[in-house]
């Protein structure tokens, strides 16, 4: 089956840095992307469509400057969390393929310390 | 975020046992997934759900989309360890985007 792979699974970085989280189909090209957030025992909100080429879509609540996404190609997609705060840790997830069909990263739980 | 609201929130069952949980809505869906995360993982899609009154099988999984396309609901027959877990609904409208639920935490006792 389809294989999404998110890298790396887990990052600790420090208050104030940037993080950037990679979101790579393995097998298919996808135009379109999503990124959630889940805090623990939670569950998965969407926070933005990748859309390949052209700007992402962010959900009501999100900070576009604070969450940048990138979509450069058809098999990769970037999530940067800049000038992350300890509010930000949290598992960010990413999925790739149609909607019906949506095939989700492994995760990647991210600390600020 | 709007999000669909799932019962119950967690089970603790023996090993053998039936388990169903559901998923409501305030609004109307044309598209019904049920999910599995794992700790650590992202989730896994189990039966996919395509049409009001729909019954679906996967093994020892069930789920059914309501007639009213407003509800759906996940069995699972006799359980094993392995099915310990976070399952999730989420609903859908013509590729528009995945709503989840707020999840069903199920833990299985040998």
């Known amino acids: 089956g389809a294989v999404v792979s998110q890298h790396p699974s887990r990052v600790i970085c420090k208050s104030g840095t940037s993080v950037k989280i990679e979101c790579r189909s393995l097998?298919?090209?996808?135009?379109?992307m999503f990124w959630y957030r889940q805090f623990p025992k939670q569950s998965l909100m969407l926070m933005a469509t990748?859309?390949?080429?052209?700007?992402?879509?962010?959900e009501q609540g999100v900070e576009k400057d604070k969450f940048l996404i990138n979509h450069a190609s058809l098999t990769l997609s970037t999530l940067t969390v800049t000038s992350a705060h300890p509010e930000d840790s949290s598992f960010y997830i990413c999925?790739?393929?149609?909607?019906?069909?949506?095939?989700f990263g492994q995760g990647t739980r991210l600390t600020v310390v | 975020g709007q999000q669909l609201n799932q019962s119950p929130q967690s089970m603790f069952i023996q090993e053998g046992e039936d388990v169903s949980m559901n998923c409501t809505s305030s609004?109307?869906?044309?598209?019904w997934l049920w999910y599995k995360q794992e700790p650590g993982e992202g989730p896994v899609l189990l039966i996919a759900?395509?049409?009001?009154?729909e019954l679906t099988s996967n093994g020892r999984l069930t789920a059914q989309f309501g007639i009213t396309r407003k509800d759906s609901f996940l069995n699972i027959s006799a359980s094993i360890p392995s099915d310990v877990g976070i399952y999730f609904c989420?609903?859908?409208?013509?590729?528009?985007?995945?709503?989840f639920g707020t999840g069903t935490r199920l833990q299985v006792f040998p």
């Open positions: 999925s790739a393929g149609r909607w019906i069909e949506a095939f």
């Open positions: 097998d298919f090209q996808a135009t379109t």
């Open positions: 990748s859309n390949e080429g052209s700007k992402a879509t962010y």
């Open positions: 609004s109307i869906f044309n598209t």
């Open positions: 759900l395509y049409k009001a009154g």
């Open positions: 989420a609903g859908q409208n013509d590729g528009d985007k995945l709503i």
